[in-house]
């Protein structure tokens, strides 16, 4: 592919994300790259190993998952001597943090609105074997008619083996994590993180504030270790009786007992009134 790289529109310890144009096509892209490590001592630093894997990763999963209009399309991938770059399709309203962070909590309609369509793009998702394991605000990009679009398939995962139904890595963002996820040693996980890390999304949503919004790292640690409570709705914030439920429904503590994503697409609370429009 030619291209052509334009502005920083993002950027991490080891890897940055571009504007980039298709100079056969005339498209518009997002190009994250990262350094190929060159020297011995960068090849033991282990960070920068591990970002260079999760690129690969998100890579093959996007290849693996196929094209879905809640889900960011995978353009290509290229390798230099000097960078690993992942071509994605553009986005230009930016992550649903962005959005939170500029308007503040949103009404109830754009809360279903939106919530609805993350659950469709995970439902794909499911639907193909991937867990995302790291759902949250800051991987949902927004286009700016409204539609929803996941992203950051870094540390996404299938099972190796096709019986498999569990994982066991600690992986994700702890105020979005499932509480199995912090036992998983012992008693594994499968998709049904992804529920919770919704049910979490969702209160950003209403609250216009991370989960567990003035609450230390490893308090809550030990909060969804001992499996015993959910995310807190913020004092001040009302939510009608299906939001309510909803939000129940996600932060089931068994997560066997947790509905999946296709079955929360159905829930009463996400229906939205049809003469609505964004």
Same mark, same amino acid.
């Given at each position: 592919m030619q291209w052509i790289r334009g502005k920083l529109i993002g950027k991490g310890s080891y890897g940055r994300v571009y504007l980039a144009l298709n100079a056969t096509t005339?498209?518009?892209?997002?190009?994250?790259?990262?350094?190929?490590?060159?020297?011995?001592?960068?090849?033991?630093?282990s960070r920068q190993m591990e970002v260079l894997e999760s690129l690969k990763s998100e890579s093959e999963m996007l290849k693996t998952v196929g094209e879905h209009p809640n889900i960011v399309q995978y353009l290509g991938i290229e390798e230099s001597a000097d960078y690993m770059s992942i071509?994605?399709?553009?986005?230009?309203?930016?992550?649903l943090r962005t959005l939170l962070t500029n308007r503040g909590r949103f009404d109830d309609l754009y809360v279903r609105y939106f919530t609805k369509q993350i659950l469709t793009g995970l439902a794909f998702l499911h639907s193909k074997g991937v867990v995302h394991r790291?759902?949250?605000?800051?991987? #949902?990009?927004?286009?700016?008619?409204?539609?929803?679009?996941? =992203?950051d398939f870094g540390i996404s995962k299938t099972p190796?083996? *096709?019986?498999?139904?569990?994982?066991?890595?600690?992986?994700?963002t702890i105020f979005w994590m499932a509480p199995e996820v912090l036992g998983s040693r012992r008693r594994g996980y499968n998709c049904k993180v992804d529920i919770w890390s919704i049910g979490c999304i969702a209160l950003e949503m209403w609250s216009g504030v991370r989960p567990w919004d003035g609450?230390?790292?490893?308090?809550?640690?030990?909060?969804?270790?001992?499996?015993?409570?959910?995310?807190?709705?913020?004092?001040? #914030?009302?939510?009608?009786?299906?939001?309510?439920?909803?939000? =129940?429904?996600?932060?089931?503590v068994a997560p066997e007992e947790r *509905?999946?994503?296709?079955e929360l697409e159905r829930h009463p609370y996400l229906v939205i009134p049809p003469h609505w429009t964004f």
């Amino acid at each position: 592919m030619q291209w052509i790289r334009g502005k920083l529109i993002g950027k991490g310890s080891y890897g940055r994300v571009y504007l980039a144009l298709n100079a056969t096509t005339g498209e518009i892209m997002a190009v994250k790259q990262v350094e190929i490590p060159k020297t011995a001592s960068d090849r033991v630093d282990s960070r920068q190993m591990e970002v260079l894997e999760s690129l690969k990763s998100e890579s093959e999963m996007l290849k693996t998952v196929g094209e879905h209009p809640n889900i960011v399309q995978y353009l290509g991938i290229e390798e230099s001597a000097d960078y690993m770059s992942i071509f994605l399709e553009y986005v230009p309203g930016g992550t649903l943090r962005t959005l939170l962070t500029n308007r503040g909590r949103f009404d109830d309609l754009y809360v279903r609105y939106f919530t609805k369509q993350i659950l469709t793009g995970l439902a794909f998702l499911h639907s193909k074997g991937v867990v995302h394991r790291d759902l949250k605000s800051d991987n #949902i990009l927004i286009e700016p008619d409204g539609v929803c679009k996941i =992203s950051d398939f870094g540390i996404s995962k299938t099972p190796q083996d *096709p019986n498999a139904k569990l994982f066991t890595e600690m992986k994700g963002t702890i105020f979005w994590m499932a509480p199995e996820v912090l036992g998983s040693r012992r008693r594994g996980y499968n998709c049904k993180v992804d529920i919770w890390s919704i049910g979490c999304i969702a209160l950003e949503m209403w609250s216009g504030v991370r989960p567990w919004d003035g609450e230390e790292l490893v308090p809550v640690m030990m909060k969804l270790y001992q499996g015993s409570s959910a995310p807190p709705l913020p004092s001040g #914030i009302e939510l009608c009786e299906e939001a309510l439920n909803f939000r =129940s429904k996600c932060f089931t503590v068994a997560p066997e007992e947790r *509905p999946s994503a296709a079955e929360l697409e159905r829930h009463p609370y996400l229906v939205i009134p049809p003469h609505w429009t964004f």
